[in-house]
C-alpha cells in the first residue's frame, strides 16, 4: 500500500501505539490499539474518499422493499429504548439524525410524534430527505452551528465507524444536548463472536462494501469514546451473531451456518457479545465553575 494512512492514531484518544492484528484485509491487516482494543484501517485517505462514494447517491442509505419492514421494527424498537431510558414522551423529545442519508429513520421518528430534524454530508441524499419534506442540514454537525443545548436526543446510526476523529463528533454532540439528553449510537462490535470466528470473511471489515468502515469498535472503546466526551453509559446492547457471510459458501453450509448462528444469538445477547452495538448515552451536566 502507498500514501499515508488516513488513520494515525486511536479514535478514541489514547495514546497507545496501533499494532497489527490479525485480521487482514486488502489494505493491511487492521490495527489494533495496544490501550482500548480498538481496530482501525490502513487506508489511505484517497481510498476511504473513495469509498464513500458508494452513499452519495439519491437513496442513500434507504432499505429496499425487501428489507424495509424489518428495518421499520428496528428502527421503532431503538425509539422506545431511548424514550424509555430517556424518561420521556415522544412529543416531549425533539431529536436530531446525524448523518441521516435519505431519511428513512428521521421520517419514522417524525410518524412517532417527535419534533425532529437531520444532517448529512451526502449532498444527493440530503436533497432526496428534503424533497420528502424533513428538515435536513447539509454538511457536517460542526458546519451546521446549532446552538448550545438545542436537543433532547442525537442519534447517530451506523457512523462513527466511518469517522477518523469519533471523539470531535460526540463532543459536539455533547455541547448540542441539553444536560441530561441522550445520545443513541449503533455500531459493529469489533471484539464480537461474529468477528473472532470470521475475521477478514466478515463484511463490516471491508473497506468498500461497507462505503468506508475504517474505525471498529469494542465495549471498552466505546465506553471510553463517550466518557472522554461528556458522557455516561446508561445502557449498552448488543445483538445477533453470524458465522458466513452469503455467497462465501455453498448454499447448505450457508444455511447450516445460519441455523447455528440463530442458535447463538441469545447468549451473545446476554454475554455482550453480539456484532450490533446499540449504546445508550447521557450527556454529564458541564463542570461548575469556579
Known sequence: ?????????????????????????????????????????????????????????????????????????????????????????????????????????????????????GVEISPQAAQTAREAGLKVFTGTLGDARFPDASFDAITLIELIEHLRDPLALLAECRRILRPGGMLMATTPNGESWTARAMGARWEVFSLRAMGGHVSFFNPRSLYLLAERAGFELARLETRHVRLVEKGQFPKPVYLLAKLAAGVLDTPARLAGAGHDFTAFFRAKAPPVAR
Open 1 to 117: 500500500m502507498s500514501g499515508q494512512r488516513y488513520i494515525e492514531r486511536c479514535p478514541v484518544g489514547c495514546e497507545a501505539a496501533l499494532e497489527p492484528s490479525a485480521i487482514r484485509v486488502p489494505e493491511g491487516p487492521l490495527l489494533r490499539c495496544a490501550a482500548c482494543g480498538q481496530l482501525v484501517s490502513q487506508c489511505t485517505e484517497a481510498e476511504y474518499r473513495d469509498a464513500l462514494l458508494k452513499w452519495d447517491t439519491t437513496s442513500g442509505t434507504r432499505p429496499d422493499e425487501r428489507s424495509s419492514a424489518r428495518h421499520e421494527q428496528m428502527s421503532r424498537r431503538r425509539v422506545e429504548t431511548l424514550l424509555d431510558v430517556a424518561g420521556k414522551t415522544a412529543s416531549e423529545t425533539r431529536l436530531l439524525d446525524v448523518g441521516c442519508s435519505s431519511g428513512a429513520f428521521l421520517a419514522m421518528v417524525r410518524r412517532q410524534g417527535m419534533e425532529a430534524e
